[in-house]
């Protein structure tokens, strides 16, 4: 299938999307839904295809597939997309699939750390490299420099909530002491400036000062590459077994609890919208949601008439 002419087109969006900035996931999951459609419709372009095929498909997913909504949203809007490139280069004059009416989504508040978690995991690089004795779980040799700059890209997720693939594209050249900041490309090739706290500045100055292979990378491996979110997600699921935390946990939730606590310390949410590197303000009013849910648990817990 991948090599119809449907397929082909496909590539020549999803090429389109990484000129862009879409994350290498983004695509691959895009790629696999087109796969998946194609396998299914068998059609050899996307022109011939009218809006009952899409609804079609809708019930296929739905109810032959039992595919979850998130899942299906995700496939649409893949879809949607294609299509919304073809009509802007003039190949397609219409989308059939806007105006499919696809399940809604169960509302789900975001999973976020609590502060003493933070602090539990903070401290997790320490507690292995005393534990280990400056070795991994391989046996071979951890540098100090690794466990510095571990601490470092742990304070900077949750100093800033920036995104992983944003903190796996920082290079030395983005950091400002002086203003303490750093400048953060995001979605789409968009820079943003991030803030550092103190602690967090401290960290970085500190990993920066142990001697490790040379890299333009902030965070750099073996060999002066940089760390891939592959290396972080990994090196992040045995931290937070040192900190004794749920295995769930992720880079997003630590973003997730950035937001979170921003709020229930008073901060405005259009400051955290511009720190998140939300494009929409209703993207981040979900967090209010989280504020406000806590403030009920705390009036219900400590109010006489609650």
């Not at 972080?232 to 699921?237: E, F, G, H, N, S």
């Amino acid at each position: 299938m991948d090599s119809t002419e449907a397929m082909k087109f496909a590539e020549r969006f999803l090429e389109s999307t990484r000129i862009r900035g879409r994350s290498d996931l983004t695509r691959r999951n895009y790629a696999q839904v087109y796969r998946e459609f194609l396998d299914w419709s068998r059609a050899e372009t996307w022109i011939d295809l009218k809006k009952q095929d899409f609804k079609s498909y809708l019930y296929f997913v739905t109810m032959e597939k039992k595919i979850s909504p998130p899942s299906i949203r995700l496939r649409f809007a893949a879809l949607r997309s294609l299509y919304q490139f073809g009509i802007k280069n003039r190949i397609f004059s219409e989308n059939p699939v806007k105006g499919v009416t696809l399940p809604k989504l169960p509302r789900k508040l975001p999973v976020f750390m609590t502060e003493v978690q933070v602090l539990e995991l903070l401290a997790a690089p320490q507690k292995k490299w005393e534990g280990r004795g400056g070795k991994a779980k391989s046996g071979r040799p951890w540098n100090r420099w690794q466990m510095l700059r571990d601490l470092a890209w742990l304070e900077v997720l949750y100093s800033t909530g920036i995104r992983l693939q944003e903190l796996c594209r920082l290079k030395k050249s983005d950091l400002d002491f002086e203003s303490g900041s750093i400048r953060v490309l995001g979605k789409g090739f968009k820079t943003r400036i991030a803030v550092l706290g103190a602690p967090c500045i401290t960290a970085i100055q500190t990993y920066l000062g142990e001697p490790a292979p040379a890299s333009e990378f902030l965070w750099v491996g073996e060999g002066g590459k940089g760390l891939t979110a592959r290396s972080i997600q990994l090196l992040l699921k045995e931290y937070l077994k040192w900190a004794g935390l749920p295995a769930g946990l992720s880079p997003h939730k630590i973003r997730h609890s950035f937001a979170t606590h921003l709020l229930n310390h008073g901060a405005d949410l259009r400051s955290v919208q511009e720190l998140l590197g939300h494009s929409q303000i209703t993207t981040t009013q979900i967090y209010t949601a989280v504020s406000t849910e806590r403030m009920r648990q705390v009036y219900d817990q400590a109010h006489p008439r609650a």
